[in-house]
T-cell receptor
Framework: AQSVAQPEDQVNVAEGNPLTVKCTYS??????LFWYVQYPNRGLQFLLK??????LVKGSYGFEAEFNKSQTSFHLKKPSALVSDSALYFC?????????????FGAGTRLAVHP | DTGVSQDPRHKITKRGQNVTFRCDPI?????LYWYRQTLGQGPEFLTY????????KSRLLSDRFSAERPKGSFSTLEIQRTEQGDSAMYLC????????????FGPGTRLTVT
């Protein structure tokens, strides 16, 4: 079965410092990987995805993610964190068992950026 | 795109009552998904529509749950005889293969069963 794991419940970082939110995956076949962000009382917003090609994927709001096949990881990164980046971040993998596309999400990582 | 909308945003109901939620996807999106999210967890897949056809249902979707998408536009999710364990955020998402099939989510309906 496809799965993703987010090993950190919370990540704390100072504004202006680089941030990393970790995700590891377990899939059969080629992984389709996604990052979403959730702000309070709002739905999930799509940040970026990896399907194939360059291992470094660039997304919205200055975020990027690095796909590492040997480590089965897809960590989310940003060179310089903003206080407004504070939110809940979800890693997800596409699951097509059953024949149709759906997303399997991790439990989420809360990012807190301190001024 | 006006985005995915869901109604109502919040619903409080007593155990045993029936509730119905509505989702309006992005207009050109033919794929529609329902997910459920409980506190401290990521969303879990419930069901998938392609146009008006319901093509996949999760084992999480018990017999008390039913979803429809008449005419392939908006969708409804009904829960009959609600239980306290049904309390969760119900999220709707839509996508189209023509635009990379990324799923775009609505704001969700938060259900509280008392």
């Amino acid at each position: 079965a496809q799965s993703v794991a987010q090993p950190e419940d919370q990540v704390n970082v100072a504004e202006g410092n680089p941030l990393t939110v970790k995700c590891t995956y377990s899939v059969s076949g080629n992984p389709y990987l996604f990052w979403y962000v959730q702000y309070p009382n709002r739905g999930l917003q799509f940040l970026l995805k990896y399907i194939t090609g360059d291992n470094l994927v660039k997304g919205s709001y200055g975020f990027e993610a690095e796909f590492n096949k040997s480590q089965t990881s897809f960590h989310l990164k940003k060179p310089s964190a903003l206080v407004s980046d504070s939110a809940l971040y979800f890693c997800a993998v596409r699951d097509i068992t059953g024949g149709y596309n759906k997303l399997i999400f991790g439990a989420g990582t809360r990012l807190a950026v301190h001024p | 795109d006006t985005g995915v909308s869901q109604d109502p945003r919040h619903k409080i109901t007593k155990r045993g009552q029936n509730v119905t939620f509505r989702c309006d996807p992005i207009s050109e999106h033919n794929r529609l998904y329902w997910y459920r999210q409980t506190l401290g967890q990521g969303p879990e897949f419930l069901t998938y529509f392609q146009n008006e056809a319901q093509l996949e249902k999760s084992r999480l979707l018990s017999d008390r749950f039913s979803a429809e998408r008449p005419k392939g536009s908006f969708s409804t999710l009904e829960i009959q005889r609600t239980e306290q364990g049904d309390s969760a955020m119900y999220l709707c998402a839509s996508s189209t293969l023509d635009r990379g099939d990324e799923q775009y989510f609505g704001p969700g309906t938060r259900l509280t069963v008392t």
